[in-house]
């Protein structure tokens, strides 16, 4: 079983429709990551939490600790969220899930 | 700012053959990472550094890759000789200490395909 698991696995949506990627871990953590990868390869970190909520735009990702659960909502999605988006967990080390293959319509 | 550079950006090898990434981190970054990360996975760390020190090599695959990060700032990846499972995208991240609360910056990676 995987250490850090994310659903679903693939995505698609209509441009406007509320997006939730989730997150679920099964080791203790002191943060938590959500990353964003373009077709491009290239990787930017959007996220980090160790508790609570963060919102970045129409980005907002929240962490329950005690229930070892994260989520990812995208407000008001557009094509240009075209992405995968990947759950990465840090104890002593980094751990990363398979990402959520994320593909918006226009 | 330039942000973690690596280079080349692609690379196409035969089989048995060597090849070296490079990769420049975030001035001022003491911690360096790389990852490799196959197609439709997540990465998956290979070794990090703190300054010049490699203090996490557990995944690295010691009998054909090397890393070296001599003066604590940039570091070079090499396989020597290549496999066709060698074949991903090798990234490269970077981060001001090893702590909780900093983030990550990573490279724009290099894809590697072995032939």
């Known amino acids: 079983k995987n250490e850090v698991e994310q659903s679903p696995q693939n995505l698609t949506a209509q441009e406007g429709e509320f997006i939730t990627i989730n997150c679920s871990y099964s080791?203790?953590?002191?943060?938590l990551h959500w990353l964003q990868q373009h077709p491009g390869g290239g990787i930017v970190s959007l996220f980090m939490?160790?508790?609570g909520k963060k919102k970045h735009g129409r980005l907002i990702a929240t962490i329950n600790i005690q229930e070892k659960h994260s989520s990812l909502h995208i407000t008001a999605s557009h094509p240009r969220d075209s992405a995968v988006y990947i759950c990465?967990?840090?104890?002593?080390?980094?751990?990363f899930g398979k990402g959520t293959r994320l593909h918006i319509l226009p | 700012e330039a942000g973690v550079v690596q280079s080349p950006r692609y690379k196409i090898i035969e089989k048995k053959q060597p090849v070296a990434f490079w990769c420049n981190p975030i001035?001022?970054?003491?911690?360096l990472y790389w990852y490799r990360q196959n197609l439709g996975q997540g990465p998956e760390l290979l070794i990090r550094y703190e300054n010049e020190e490699a203090v996490d090599d557990s995944q690295l695959p010691k009998d054909r890759f090397s890393a070296e990060r001599l003066k604590g700032v940039d570091s070079t990846l090499k396989i020597q000789p290549a496999e066709l499972g060698d074949s991903a995208v090798y990234l490269c991240?970077?981060?001001?200490?090893?702590?909780?609360?900093?983030?990550?910056?990573f490279g724009s990676g290099t894809r590697l395909t072995v032939v």
């Open positions: 080791v203790g953590i002191s943060a």
């Open positions: 991240a970077s981060s001001y200490g090893a702590e909780a609360n900093y983030g990550y910056t």
């Open positions: 001035s001022g970054h003491n911690t």
């Open positions: 939490l160790s508790s």
């Open positions: 990465a967990v840090r104890d002593d080390k980094i751990i």
